[in-house]
Structure formats: C-alpha cells, structure tokens
C-alpha cells in the first residue's frame, strides 16, 4: 500500500500541471495581483498585503489544482502556414528569426498542487504549503534554420539542447507589519527538493559542421540528477494603504533562493525503502538510466560525434557514434557531490484602482534569467474584476510581453457563505483558440469565517443626534405643559 501511494503521488509530480505560485484569480486576471491578492493568495505575489486582511481575518483553502502547458511557436494557425504550398525566403527567415530571438523552441510544463488544509491565514500571518512542479525543454533554432536553409550559409551551427525539470515542496510563513501609511510584508520559504533531472548548460556543448564537401559535427551533454534537496527562498513585498481607492506595491520573490541536492533528506528516507539505503531494489522508487539506478553519487554523460558525411560514404556504418555511460560524482573523499540549483526569482511592481463595483489592476513583472518559469523580458498584465453581483465575481484580464507573447484570461467566482470557488482559464501566447500556444486553468476552494465574508459596518447617515432617554421629557411634565397652554 506505501508503495502504491509513493506511485501515485510521483504520478501527479509528472503530470502536465503552469508556473511560480499561483491561483485561479491569478489564472483569469493574467499575474495582475501584486495589490490585490487576498489571504493566503498574498503569498507568492506580495506579503505586505497580509496587513490589509482586517474584514477577512480567516482564510483556509480546502484545494486546488492548477493545470498549464505552453510553447513559444506550436499553434493551428502557425502549423497552417506551415502546411499547403513550399515557404518563401521570407517566411522562413520569419520563422528563424522569431526562435532566434526566443533562444529556440521552447516547452513549458509547470504546475503547483495545493495540500489540503495546510494553507491558512489569521490575521496578518499566513502559513502555506504547496507542491511546485517546473519543466522547460528547449530545441535550438540552429535545427529549424538547418531543415529551412539546409548547409549553403550556415557552416556552424549550435545544436546544444536545454533541459531541466524540477519537483518541490514549497513550505512558507508569511507576515506583515502594518506602518501608517504602508505595510511591509515577509515570506520565510523552506524548500524541500523532492526530484531534479537536467542538462548542465556549463558542461555540455554540441554543434552541426558544414563544408562544400562533407558536414560532420559532435556532442556532449551532461546531465545531472537529485532526489531529496534542501534550501531556503524569501519573499519580501511593499504595499501602500486604499487611498481614495488606490494602492501601489511592490515586491521581489524568492530572493536568494537556493536547493542544494544529494543531501540527506526526509523524502529520500522515505523512498529508500526497509534498508534505509538509497538507489537499490529495495527502494520505493527511484530514477533508472539504462537499468542503473541514479543515485547520489553517479550523473550521465551521452556523446555522439558525426564523422565526414559525405556522398561516397553514406553507406558506412560509422558514419555516426554515440554512447551513454553513468559516471561517478565523488569528492576526493569518496562522498558524493552536492550540487545547487537556483530557484527562480520575479520582480513585481503594480497598481490598482476600485471604484463601487469595479476593481482595475495592472502589473509589470520581470525574471533575472530565462529559465523554467521566468523570463527575463518584463510582461505588463492589465485586469478587471467586476463586483457588480457580490455572490458571482467576474475576471478578465491581458497581459503582453512582446512579439505575440500574448495571454488572455477570464475566470468567475462562486461565493455563498464561508465557501469561495474560483475558477481561472487563461489562453497562453495567443488570444483565441487558433492562435493560443498553451492554456492554463485553474479550480481553487476557500473557506473563510462568516463574519470574515462579511463587509465593513456602514457608517450611520449623517443628520442631527438623538436626543439622550434622560433629557426626554416625562409624562407629568407633557400634561402641565398641555394644561399650561
């Protein structure tokens, strides 16, 4: 039964979950949150909006699933100009240009599951806890330029793949301290690496040669792996006070944040099954690479090199070579090699605006590397909520990012007493279906206190004030002053 729940659970980590914490107010109103995220959805966007959970003091999310992939070029209108009649130099120098200046073709699968009744607030604390799954896989452009214009120009071209994927538990406690007229916000983040897999992008190389006589070419990756890891993250977020409506914000997400791999860890103790001894038969589950377990201490080299193709040679039989091995990664202490991968970081910065029933806010976000879920080009989001029927909440939003790095979404509440269901849907790098390169969507469940649904006491209207009980006039005194007159 413990083996049949570790499968299951590894099974999810793989599924095609997109992005750095998120939810499905995020999804529908495209990453447009840094002022108004709520609760435990402040978490990840901009902490210091903990300080503004006065009417919303309690916050428990039951659930949530966020399902998301994307591509930089795949589309039905893309592969329709592909189809049909030969290109033209010019759509085939659009072509190349455009994965040039994307650094090639490039996948995107990332995700994050939300663990039941682990992520709270009160007041302005919050604690959460969420599983991330992050994937990029990248094919270089010097492939497409080789198919479109074969060898004539271009003698050497760059064949280095990029591929990594990464599965963490991201454990989080969040507070805010309130100022007069802002609030400032922290994220303590520990970050329990659960898998790692991915191309050394220092130690691995390759590239396609060409002559007028003969093309040839080599290639070396060097891929390396990690179950259990550990490291830390930070969160720190600026937001002003509602005034006449507005706030603005501020905030820089997973500052300084560090996993370091093959390390002794909970997770692997888990899967090293009754020996308690990591990368055997016995273990629960563990990474194969041509039967060999891929423990701690050993990583992957694969090779190939493509000897003189040339026209009087093609029948030979070593023309191409290649081979794949499992080396050791030790110290000169004969221990294993941990090594450290980044975890990415995004700068945000943003605004909003609310007026009776309507809520605006805008974005503009940026990574410091290309790199599973960030990007280095900023990406301004722009989104509305309307309130104009409080129970059903309504979301659109557009966010652009250069080129045709589109992304359209809309999403809806559901809010009926303590119970919130929100639900996102996001075309990705495209604003209709035949043009969208990816979609995300996303189901999130809240409950919050009663009271917490409730919304501010209004004010008594203005007029003069009651006169107080023992001011009135009594009975006796009426009738003189009825007998009086």
Same mark, same amino acid.
């Given at each position: 039964?413990?083996?049949?729940?570790?499968?299951?659970?590894?099974?999810?980590?793989?599924?095609?979950?997109?992005?750095?914490?998120?939810?499905?107010?995020?999804?529908?109103?495209v990453?447009?949150?840094?002022?108004?995220?709520?609760?435990?959805?402040?978490?990840?966007?901009?902490?210091?909006?903990?300080a503004?959970?006065?009417?919303?003091?309690?916050?428990?999310?039951?659930?949530?699933?966020?399902?998301?992939?994307?591509?930089?070029?795949?589309?039905?209108?893309?592969m329709?100009?592909?189809?049909?009649?030969?290109?033209d130099?010019?759509e085939?120098?659009? /072509?190349?240009?455009?994965?040039?200046?994307?650094? #090639?073709l490039? *996948?995107? @699968?990332?995700?994050?599951? %939300? $663990?039941?009744?682990i992520?709270?607030?009160?007041?302005?604390?919050?604690?959460?806890s969420?599983?991330?799954?992050?994937?990029?896989?990248?094919?270089?452009?010097?492939?497409?330029?080789?198919?479109?214009?074969?060898?004539?120009?271009?003698?050497?071209?760059?064949?280095?793949?990029?591929?990594?994927?990464?599965?963490?538990?991201?454990?989080a406690?969040?507070?805010?301290?309130?100022?007069e007229?802002?609030?400032?916000?922290?994220?303590?983040?520990?970050?329990?690496?659960?898998?790692?897999?991915?191309?050394?992008?220092?130690?691995?190389?390759?590239?396609?040669?060409t002559?007028?006589?003969?093309?040839?070419?080599?290639?070396?990756?060097?891929?390396?792996?990690?179950?259990?890891?550990?490291?830390?993250?930070?969160? /720190?977020?600026?937001?002003?006070k509602?005034?006449? #409506?507005?706030? *603005?914000? @501020?905030?820089?997400?997973? %500052? $300084?944040?560090?996993?370091?791999?093959?390390?002794?860890?909970?997770?692997?103790?888990?899967?090293?099954?009754?020996?308690?001894?990591?990368?055997?038969?016995?273990?629960?589950?563990?990474?194969?690479?041509?039967?060999?377990?891929?423990?701690?201490?050993?990583?992957?080299?694969?090779?190939?090199?493509?000897?003189?193709?040339?026209?009087?040679?093609?029948?030979?039989?070593?023309?191409?070579?290649?081979?794949?091995?499992?080396?050791?990664?030790?110290?000169?202490d004969?221990?294993?090699?941990?090594?450290?991968?980044?975890?990415?970081?995004?700068?945000?910065?943003?605004?909003?605006?609310?007026?009776?029933?309507?809520?605006?806010?805008?974005?503009?976000?940026?990574?410091?590397?290309?790199?599973?879920?960030?990007?280095?080009?900023?990406?301004?989001?722009?989104?509305?909520?309307?309130?104009? *029927?409080?129970?059903?909440?309504?979301?659109?939003?557009?966010?652009?990012?250069?080129l045709?790095?589109?992304?359209?979404?809309?999403?809806?509440?559901?809010?009926?007493g303590?119970?919130?269901?929100?639900?996102?849907f996001?075309?990705?790098h495209?604003?209709?279906?035949?043009?969208?390169?990816?979609?995300?969507?996303s189901?999130?469940?809240?409950?919050?206190?009663?009271?917490?649904?409730?919304?501010?006491?209004?004010?008594?209207?203005?007029?003069?004030?009651?006169i107080?009980?023992?001011?009135?006039?009594?009975?006796?005194?009426?009738?003189?002053?009825?007998?009086?007159?």
């Amino acid at each position: 039964m413990k083996r049949l729940l570790i499968y299951l659970a590894l099974v999810l980590l793989i599924m095609p979950l997109k992005a750095q914490k998120r939810d499905s107010k995020s999804v529908a109103m495209v990453g447009a949150t840094t002022t108004i995220a709520e609760g435990i959805y402040a978490v990840g966007y901009n902490p210091a909006l903990l300080a503004f959970q006065k009417d919303k003091p309690f916050m428990l999310q039951l659930g949530g699933l966020d399902f998301g992939m994307g591509n930089n070029y795949i589309s039905m209108a893309g592969m329709s100009t592909l189809s049909g009649d030969t290109l033209d130099n010019d759509e085939k120098t659009f /072509i190349i240009n455009r994965l040039q200046n994307s650094g #090639g073709l490039a *996948f995107n @699968v990332n995700g994050q599951i %939300a $663990l039941p009744g682990i992520n709270f607030t009160s007041g302005n604390m919050a604690v959460t806890s969420n599983i991330m799954y992050f994937s990029s896989y990248t094919l270089p452009a010097g492939m497409a330029r080789l198919m479109l214009e074969g060898n004539a120009s271009n003698p050497v071209i760059d064949m280095t793949l990029n591929y990594e994927i990464m599965a963490v538990s991201e454990t989080a406690f969040s507070f805010a301290i309130p100022f007069e007229s802002f609030a400032l916000g922290l994220s303590l983040k520990y970050l329990q690496g659960l898998l790692y897999m991915g191309i050394d992008p220092d130690s691995s190389q390759a590239n396609f040669v060409t002559t007028p006589t003969s093309v040839y070419g080599s290639g070396r990756y060097y891929l390396r792996s990690g179950v259990g890891g550990s490291g830390y993250a930070l969160d /720190i977020g600026l937001a002003t006070k509602d005034l006449n #409506g507005m706030r *603005f914000g @501020v905030s820089l997400i997973n %500052a $300084l944040g560090m996993i370091k791999w093959n390390e002794p860890s909970f997770f692997k103790d888990i899967l090293a099954g009754k020996d308690n001894k990591f990368g055997n038969s016995d273990d629960l589950w563990h990474l194969k690479w041509g039967g060999t377990p891929l423990t701690d201490s050993v990583s992957v080299v694969y090779t190939y090199s493509i000897d003189s193709l040339r026209a009087d040679n093609l029948s030979s039989g070593s023309i191409f070579n290649s081979s794949s091995e499992v080396v050791y990664n030790l110290d000169e202490d004969n221990k294993p090699k941990p090594f450290n991968v980044r975890y990415p970081a995004i700068f945000r910065i943003g605004g909003s605006y609310r007026k009776d029933d309507l809520l605006i806010s805008s974005d503009l976000t940026t990574g410091f590397e290309d790199r599973l879920y960030t990007n280095s080009r900023w990406r301004w989001a722009i989104a509305a909520e309307l309130y104009r *029927f409080p129970l059903i909440p309504m979301r659109m939003g557009f966010a652009w990012e250069g080129l045709d790095r589109t992304e359209l979404g809309m999403g809806v509440g559901f809010y009926g007493g303590p119970v919130m269901i929100d639900i996102g849907f996001a075309f990705k790098h495209g604003m209709w279906i035949h043009s969208m390169k990816g979609l995300n969507l996303s189901v999130g469940f809240t409950m919050t206190g009663f009271q917490g649904r409730q919304d501010k006491a209004k004010s008594a209207p203005s007029g003069p004030s009651p006169i107080p009980e023992d001011l009135l006039p009594s009975e006796d005194q009426k009738q003189d002053t009825t007998n009086g007159k």
